[in-house]
């Protein structure tokens, strides 16, 4: 358990939000970003997370968002940029601004809150201090449809040694790559058949798997620079 609390940006649904509320279950405070009012915050808040709302499709909006999250806290623990847009690629007059947009979420977004919050990681009392990058498999494969998506999170991939070696030894940044880890609300059985026959593991875990390996990442004072598989075993097929 630390003082300082744990952000995690894009907290208020899937993943993030279930990071979020077992790392208050372990007693954590926490903070979350959120793109849009929607009725799992208000959960959240009950619990006693704070909630910032952040617009990172531009420049101005992250660093408002950064400007709110000092307002907020004087230290933090943790930075989990877990903040997504699977968008898929378009192929007409608005491709460029898809692709800005997904470079601001995905790279601009941690880029600039790594650097303006490294003071609030730097206050932090506890022993150890970390920024982890929610990237994703198809960084290391690439995409079909999701072009412009899969390069943004091979960006923030890189950007995990850069920061690594950046800020050494006091502060440890790491990255988790996730396949499919859970179903969508209309996703139907032939789907989930589909996407357990794309790992080794052939299933769908489910978000606990991240929350262990985000809990590996915090509570290991020996590892930096490393992008941690939570695939199944999709490299094998």
Request: glycine share 6%; with cysteine.
């Amino acid at each position: 358990m630390s003082a300082s609390p744990i952000l995690i940006t894009g907290g208020a649904q899937r993943l993030g939000r279930h990071c979020a509320e077992r790392l208050v279950d372990d007693g954590h405070p926490v903070i979350v970003s959120y793109r849009r009012e929607r009725p799992e915050l208000e959960a959240l808040r009950s619990r006693g997370v704070v909630t910032l709302a952040a617009d990172f499709a531009t420049e101005a909006g992250i660093l408002d968002f950064i400007a709110r999250l000092k307002q907020q806290t004087s230290s933090l623990r943790a930075i989990v940029h877990n903040a997504s847009d699977w968008a898929p690629d378009c192929h007409d007059e608005q491709a460029g601004a898809t692709f800005e947009r997904l470079f601001r979420v995905h790279m601009l977004a941690p880029y600039l809150i790594n650097l303006h919050c490294r003071e609030l990681l730097e206050a932090c009392g506890e022993p150890q201090r970390d920024i982890v990058h929610m990237t994703d498999f198809v960084a290391q494969k690439g995409s079909k449809k999701h072009a412009a998506y899969a390069a943004t999170k091979a960006g923030l991939a890189n950007l995990t040694l850069s920061f690594a070696a950046m800020y050494a030894p006091r502060i440890q940044v790491n990255a988790i790559a996730p396949a499919l880890i859970m179903l969508g609300e209309h996703d139907d059985e032939a789907y989930a058949e589909q996407a357990r026959a794309k790992s080794a593991m052939a299933m769908v875990p489910g978000p606990g798997v991240i929350y262990q390996s985000l809990r590996y990442l915090l509570d290991n004072r020996y590892v930096t620079g490393i992008t941690l598989p939570v695939d199944g075993g999709r490299h094998l097929r």
